[in-house]
């Protein structure tokens, strides 16, 4: 995030020692963005003030409508006056059906289909890229 210029992160029930040493050790001089995050419960509480959320998944949701990122990228850098979340599931499973449901969009970052799940530091640097360009 902090690579290129974003730093509201927000958390929906992160485990207990999220900012333990093993955190700030792999957080390599960006200790403040997890420092500073917002923790909420639910996602739904995560989003009260968000006018716009973008869910993103690799498409194991078959029947849900992706937008590959690219297509989303200059509608969300267009709303710099609103208040715009990407929203990112846990490394190991995802974003739910349900969670995914609360979002505007659902974007995608294409990749081989062989093998689409990308881990979550790498979709967010890809989409901090991305919308920052």
């Known amino acids: 995030m902090k690579n290129f210029g974003f730093n509201n992160l927000r958390l929906v029930a992160p485990p207990k020692n999220y900012k333990d040493a093993e955190a700030r050790k792999m957080s390599l001089g960006a200790f403040d963005i997890l420092k500073n995050s917002q923790v909420f419960m639910t996602l739904a509480e995560a989003r009260h003030d968000i006018s716009v959320s973008v869910g993103t998944s690799c498409g194991h949701q078959r029947d849900m409508h992706l ?5 989303l990228s200059s509608m969300l850098i267009s709303m710099k006056q609103n208040r715009v979340a990407i ?6 499973d995802g974003l739910n059906r349900e969670e995914l449901n609360l979002c505007h969009h659902v974007a995608t970052i294409p990749s081989n ?9 790498q979709s967010m640097g890809i989409v901090a890229y991305e919308l920052s360009r």
Not at 67 to 71: A, R, Y
Not at 113 to 121: G, I, T
């Open 87 to 92: 929203i990112f599931g846990e490394e190991r």
């Open 67 to 71: 937008t590959p990122l690219h297509e």
């Open 113 to 121: 289909p062989d093998f689409p799940s990308l881990n979550v530091a």
